[in-house]
C-alpha cells in the first residue's frame, strides 16, 4: 500500500498558495484492507474512506470509464493493480493531474508543472470530452488563476458543446459551479471562458445575448452590454460582495438584449423586460431563493436607485415598499451595493462617487423612524390604519431630505 497527495493540493503548493483541502490516492490497497486498517468507508459511486484520526478522505485508485451522458455516465474500476499514473490520466487537467508521495517529492507524468509555469489549462487526455462538468471546472478555474486554455483543449470542449454533452449537465450542478466561480476573484473570466467554447449559449443564454448589444450612448459608449457586465462583476468581487450581490451584478441588465416590443404592461425601459428574464434563468438553474430575490430587485429597480435623488418622496416610499426594506434593510442594502458596482463597472469611474447610497439609506431610516404602532392607537378606523401609516413615512422622507436648489 502507497499512499499520495494528489490533485489541487499538490497545485496550489506548487502555485504558493494555501493548501486548503487534502485529496489522498491509496495504491495497492483492497477496500478490506482498508477497514482492517481503522479507515472508515463512506464512498457510495467509488471507494473512499475517512482517515481514523485526521477524518482526511482516502480514495483507491481507480479508473473510469464512459457508460452514458452526463457528469454521472460513468463506470469506476478500483483494484490493487490499478496504478498511481492510471488514476491520474482520468483527471481533468494536467495541473490537477499531479501527486506527491510521502518524501515530497512531485510525481509528474503529463508536465502539469511546465502549464502551471506558463499558465495553462490543459487536458490530460481525450477522454477529457466524456465529462461536461469539466468545462464548468476549467471556467471556474480560469476566475480563480487567470490561466489561458490550450487551443487544442479549447477545441475539445467547443466539440462537447456541439455533440449536445452539455445539454446533459444537472441544474443543481451547473449552479454550484457557477456560484464557486462568482465567488473567486475575477468571476469575468469564467464567463469568457464559457462563451469562447460556446457553453454559455447553452447553460445562461440570458447572459450570452449580452455581448453584441451596445450601452446607452451617455452611459458608456464605448463597450457593450456584456463587457459592462463583466466589470460590474468583477467591481462587486473586488469588493469582497456576497454571492447575491454578484449574481444580481451579472442580472442587472438582462433586459437590454430584448427589443421594446418585449416590455411589460406597467413597465418602462429595459428593467420591465429584464425581471422575467431574470425568473427564466433563475428557475432553469434552481437559483437559490435568496441570490433570485436580490437579482430580480436589482434588475427591476437599478435605475430607480441611481435617479433617487430626483425622485419625490412618495416614489421613494413605493421604492421601498417594492423592495420591502423597511422589513428587510440588510437585503436593501445589498440592493445598494449592486448599484454601486453598476454604476463605478466603467472604465475610468471605479472610483467615482455615488451619493444615492447614502441619501437612500437617510431616506430609509426617516421612513422606519415613524411609530406605525402609535398611529394605529390613535385611530379609530382601522382600515385607515395603512394610508396613514404610509402618509407619515412619506412626510418623514420629505422632512428629511436635503433642501434641494432652485433650478
Known amino acids: 500500500m502507497k499512499i499520495y497527495k494528489v490533485g489541487g493540493a499538490v497545485r496550489d503548493r506548487l502555485l504558493g498558495l494555501p493548501v486548503?483541502?487534502?485529496?489522498?490516492?491509496?495504491?495497492?490497497?483492497?477496500?478490506?484492507?482498508?477497514?482492517a486498517a481503522g479507515y472508515r468507508p463512506v464512498g457510495k459511486d467509488f471507494p473512499v474512506f475517512l482517515h481514523p484520526r485526521t477524518q482526511?478522505?482516502?480514495?483507491?485508485?481507480?479508473?473510469?470509464?464512459?457508460?452514458?451522458?452526463?457528469?454521472?455516465?460513468?463506470?469506476?474500476?478500483?483494484?490493487?493493480?490499478?496504478?498511481?499514473?492510471e488514476d491520474l490520466a482520468r483527471r481533468d487537467l494536467t495541473i490537477n493531474a499531479m501527486a506527491e508521495d510521502e518524501a515530497g517529492e512531485v510525481i509528474d507524468p503529463f508536465n502539469g508543472q511546465a502549464d502551471l509555469q506558463q499558465r495553462l489549462f490543459r487536458h490530460v487526455?481525450?477522454?477529457?470530452?466524456?465529462?461536461?462538468?469539466?468545462?464548468?471546472?476549467?471556467?471556474?478555474?480560469?476566475?480563480?488563476?487567470g490561466f489561458g486554455t490550450a487551443p487544442e483543449t479549447m477545441a475539445l470542449?467547443?466539440?462537447?458543446?456541439?455533440?449536445?454533452?452539455?445539454?446533459?449537465?444537472?441544474?443543481?450542478?451547473?449552479?454550484?459551479?457557477?456560484a464557486r466561480g462568482l465567488m473567486e476573484q475575477q468571476p469575468s473570466r469564467m464567463f469568457?471562458?464559457?462563451?469562447?467554447?460556446?457553453?454559455?449559449?447553452?447553460?445562461a443564454p440570458e447572459v450570452d445575448a449580452l455581448w453584441g448589444v451596445p450601452q446607452r450612448a451617455d452611459y458608456h459608449p464605448e463597450v457593450d452590454t456584456g463587457v459592462h457586465v463583466m466589470l460590474v462583476l468583477d467591481y462587486a468581487a473586488a469588493q469582497g460582495a456576497p454571492l447575491p450581490v454578484r449574481f444580481a451584478a451579472l442580472c442587472h441588465d438582462l433586459g437590454k438584449a430584448t427589443t421594446p416590443d418585449d416590455i411589460l404592461p406597467g413597465h418602462h425601459g429595459?428593467?420591465?423586460?429584464?425581471?422575467p428574464l431574470v425568473e427564466q434563468l433563475c428557475a432553469r438553474l434552481r437559483v437559490p431563493g435568496d441570490c433570485k430575490d436580490l437579482a430580480v430587485m436589482v434588475c427591476r429597480d437599478h435605475t430607480h436607485v441611481h435617479r433617487a435623488p430626483e425622485l419625490r418622496s412618495a416614489t421613494l416610499m413605493e421604492l421601498f415598499q417594492r423592495c420591502?426594506?423597511?422589513?428587510?434593510?440588510?437585503?436593501?442594502?445589498?440592493?445598494?451595493?449592486?448599484?454601486?458596482?453598476?454604476?463605478?463597472g466603467r472604465t475610468?469611474?471605479?472610483?467615482?462617487?455615488?451619493?444615492?447610497?447614502?441619501?437612500?439609506?437617510?431616506?430609509?431610516?426617516?421612513?422606519?423612524?415613524?411609530?406605525?404602532?402609535?398611529?394605529?392607537?390613535?385611530?379609530?378606523?382601522?382600515?385607515?390604519?395603512?394610508?396613514?401609516?404610509?402618509?407619515?413615512?412619506?412626510?418623514?422622507?420629505?422632512?428629511?431630505?436635503?433642501?434641494?436648489?432652485?433650478?
Request: proline share 4%; aromatic share 6%; hydrophobic share 45%.
Open 270 to 275: 429595459h428593467e420591465g423586460r429584464g425581471v
Open 324 to 344: 420591502d426594506a423597511l422589513r428587510k434593510p440588510e437585503r436593501f442594502g445589498q440592493m445598494l451595493d449592486a448599484c454601486v458596482a453598476d454604476a463605478r
Open 157 to 178: 470542449m467547443r466539440q462537447m458543446v456541439a455533440d449536445g454533452e452539455v445539454d446533459h449537465l444537472v441544474p443543481e450542478r451547473v449552479w454550484q459551479e457557477l
Open 20 to 35: 486548503q483541502d487534502i485529496d489522498w490516492v491509496v495504491v495497492g490497497a483492497t477496500a478490506s484492507e482498508m477497514e
Open 56 to 85: 482526511q478522505e482516502y480514495a483507491l485508485a481507480r479508473t473510469e470509464r464512459k457508460s452514458g451522458h452526463g457528469y454521472k455516465g460513468f463506470t469506476v474500476f478500483a483494484a490493487p493493480e490499478v496504478t498511481l499514473e
Open 348 to 407: 475610468g469611474f471605479e472610483t467615482a462617487e455615488y451619493p444615492q447610497a447614502a441619501f437612500l439609506q437617510t431616506m430609509l431610516a426617516a421612513a422606519a423612524s415613524v411609530d406605525a404602532g402609535a398611529i394605529a392607537q390613535g385611530c379609530e378606523n382601522k382600515a385607515l390604519i395603512p394610508e396613514r401609516v404610509r402618509a407619515a413615512r412619506i412626510a418623514a422622507i420629505e422632512a428629511a431630505r436635503p433642501e434641494r436648489k432652485p433650478a
Open 192 to 203: 469568457e471562458a464559457l462563451r469562447e467554447c460556446g457553453a454559455l449559449q447553452r447553460i
Open 125 to 145: 487526455a481525450d477522454a477529457f470530452i466524456e465529462d461536461p462538468v469539466r468545462i464548468l471546472r476549467l471556467a471556474r478555474f480560469a476566475a480563480r488563476f
